[in-house]
């Protein structure tokens, strides 16, 4: 507390008894001023600076009680004390509940000064350490709002930069007459537009902490569709995902590892230029674990069998998989393949 007296106003109709107060607190260390009316305390508190109200109950034409809310109505209204001679408890909890921090019994002995005096210091201190906490609570939502609003600009600038070393890439794919090295860039080009994408989300988002997993693999696999179909491609897919917010990093491995699976459908699946379907499916499970399934429905898998490709896709899955913490299994259908990856939530 500060070393500077504490500055009290004592509201009370009786002048003898303001006298009173104003000695006996002042020689306890406070500054006391009085009001004799509720005309003359709203004026005074209307000038600010009073650390703390002891309200008498019992004043000319109304109470305490109806003086409450205009003693407590400001933006920074003091400590209340409420002040009575009645024996009625009712009296003192309805000022408790009506926003009174304390309430002494008056009397005109010295217990009633040294009672006034404790429940006066108490209650400012209490004010002050409530203030206090809410202050630093304030701050705390200041910074993290200022933080949110960094990393919203963060995530929007590196979507857009993201956009262009995409855009950079496809313009190089296109130069390029070698057909393997084509292809090695448009696949890297679709995996930096699923993480660009899973960005572009995060600025929009309410939450960053979180991606909805279903609008975001939704957008994905039309972009995936778009542009496999631009190359050529006669399949199609289609996507099911239940409506889930999955945690931002794990939402990056998702959608990497879709981007790799539906691709390697896309190409493997259905080979030249064959029709088909790919179906992906997002479901949770009861145990708080969250299925993926990439299903084709085309030349199926053989287990052991050589890698088609250069196997870069299939280590990004393992990859994803394992960031993931989740298992990858590979099942075969008549006809086609099912990915299945299996992992927790949180």
Request: glycine content about 8%; proline content about 3%; aromatic content about 4%.
């Amino acid at each position: 507390m500060s070393d500077a007296p504490l500055r009290i106003l004592y509201i009370d109709d009786d002048p003898a008894l303001g006298r009173l107060v104003e000695r006996g607190l002042g020689r306890l260390g406070f500054t006391v001023e009085h009001a004799p009316d509720a005309a003359a305390a709203v004026e005074r508190l209307a000038g600010g600076d009073i650390d703390a109200v002891a309200l008498d109950h019992y004043l000319d034409g109304t109470t305490g009680l109806d003086l409450i809310p205009q003693v407590l109505g400001g933006p920074n209204p003091p400590a209340l004390i409420y002040v009575t001679s009645s024996g009625d408890a009712a009296i003192a909890v309805a000022a408790l509940k009506a926003g009174a921090s304390d309430y002494v019994a008056k009397t005109v002995s010295d217990d009633f000064l040294q009672l006034l005096a404790s429940a006066i210091r108490q209650a400012v201190e209490n004010r002050r350490l409530i203030a206090a906490k809410e202050q630093a609570e304030r701050e705390v939502r200041d910074a993290r709002d200022r933080a949110e609003l960094l990393l919203r600009e963060v995530n929007h600038r590196v979507a857009n930069s993201l956009s262009l070393v995409s855009s950079l890439i496809g313009l190089q794919a296109n130069l390029l007459k070698e057909e393997d090295a084509r292809q090695a860039l448009l696949e890297t080009q679709a995996r930096i537009y699923a993480i660009g994408e899973l960005h572009k989300r995060l600025y929009t988002a309410n939450d960053i902490r979180f991606v909805e997993v279903d609008d975001y693999l939704a957008g994905l696999i039309r972009n995936l569709d778009e542009s496999l179909t631009a190359e050529g491609s006669r399949a199609r897919s289609s996507v099911e995902a239940a409506a889930l917010l999955v945690p931002t990093d794990k939402a990056v491995s998702l959608g990497v590892a879709v981007t790799e699976l539906v691709t390697n459908a896309f190409k493997y699946a259905y080979p030249a230029g064959e029709g088909g379907e790919v179906r992906i499916t997002l479901q949770r499970l009861d145990d708080e674990r969250v299925r993926l399934s990439v299903r084709d429905y085309g030349v199926g898998w053989v287990e052991g069998a050589k890698a088609k490709g250069t196997g870069l896709g299939t280590r990004i899955v393992k990859a994803m998989a394992s960031s993931l913490n989740a298992e990858l299994d590979y099942i075969r259908h008549a006809p086609g393949t099912e990915v299945v990856l299996s992992f927790p939530l949180g």
